[in-house]
């Protein structure tokens, strides 16, 4: 069976946040001048989740199982997001975290990513079993805009789910810009991508020509 827009779009989310982890786990990752690696995978992790529990979740809770699902999802979510700021509180000197070590932070972070993955699979495919494909595009669609949009920390000790959840996403997206911008926290722009931006991702998802092809120039 092939997967679907979705199944595919968080495949390549997952990558990312792998491939963003492998700097930010390096030991030169705590130099000054290599902390923007670390702020890379964290908020860019931190939006993915906001971003899925506002976007995902909702269609999730209508499965037949689905109240189950999205309590352990919720459940992991705000595990990892305390993992990320014990990270995150290491790299800036927070004296709160100091007694904790690299390799412990690390080791819960990569324990708590392989859950997230196993989940968000799951519920791409059981969302894509009850969902015609139209449906699934536009979720997939709804999904990586929203990452765009979302909060780039993590707050496990606030609302996740429902309007309380998607209104504290909101205003946690302002306080963090703010926050981002005095402290000159470096976010990438280049990892979320718009499905309707000319990006690899989105020719692959809509099955588009790449741009400077053959095909498209025709």
């Given at each position: 069976?092939?997967?679907?827009?979705?199944?595919?779009?968080?495949?390549?989310?997952?990558?990312?946040?792998?491939?963003?982890?492998?700097?930010?786990?390096?030991?030169?990752?705590?130099?000054?001048?290599?902390?923007?690696?670390?702020?890379?995978?964290?908020?860019?992790?931190?939006?993915?989740?906001?971003?899925a529990e506002d976007i995902l979740l909702p269609r999730v809770r209508r499965l037949p199982d689905g109240d189950e699902l999205v309590?352990?999802?919720?459940?992991?979510?705000?595990?990892?997001?305390?993992?990320?700021?014990?990270?995150?509180?290491?790299?800036?000197?927070?004296?709160?975290?100091?007694?904790?070590?690299?390799?412990?932070?690390?080791?819960?972070?990569?324990?708590?990513?392989?859950?997230?993955?196993?989940?968000?699979?799951?519920?791409?495919?059981?969302?894509?079993?009850?969902?015609?494909?139209?449906?699934?595009?536009?979720?997939?669609?709804?999904?990586?805009?929203?990452?765009?949009?979302?909060?780039?920390?993590?707050?496990?000790?606030?609302?996740?789910?429902?309007?309380?959840?998607?209104?504290?996403?909101r205003m946690w997206r302002m306080a963090d810009s703010a926050w981002d911008s005095a402290e000159g926290r470096v976010i990438p722009?280049?990892?979320?991508?718009?499905?309707?931006?000319?990006?690899?991702?989105?020719?692959?998802?809509?099955?588009?020509?790449?741009?400077?092809?053959?095909?498209?120039?025709?």
């Amino acid at each position: 069976m092939t997967a679907s827009t979705l199944e595919l779009a968080l495949t390549y989310e997952h990558a990312r946040i792998r491939e963003l982890a492998g700097p930010a786990q390096h030991p030169a990752a705590a130099h000054p001048d290599r902390r923007h690696q670390t702020d890379w995978f964290y908020a860019i992790a931190a939006q993915h989740l906001a971003a899925a529990e506002d976007i995902l979740l909702p269609r999730v809770r209508r499965l037949p199982d689905g109240d189950e699902l999205v309590t352990r999802y919720v459940g992991n979510a705000k595990e990892l997001e305390r993992s990320l700021r014990f990270l995150k509180g290491r790299q800036y000197g927070d004296s709160r975290m100091q007694d904790l070590s690299s390799y412990e932070v690390w080791q819960s972070i990569d324990r708590l990513l392989a859950r997230h993955e196993l989940l968000e699979t799951t519920c791409s495919q059981r969302l894509s079993e009850q969902l015609d494909d139209a449906e699934v595009n536009t979720l997939t669609e709804e999904l990586l805009e929203a990452e765009e949009v979302a909060p780039t920390r993590a707050h496990p000790y606030s609302p996740h789910t429902g309007m309380a959840g998607r209104l504290a996403h909101r205003m946690w997206r302002m306080a963090d810009s703010a926050w981002d911008s005095a402290e000159g926290r470096v976010i990438p722009t280049k990892y979320h991508v718009h499905p309707k931006r000319d990006s690899a991702l989105s020719h692959y998802l809509y099955g588009t020509p790449l741009p400077g092809t053959e095909e498209d120039a025709k």
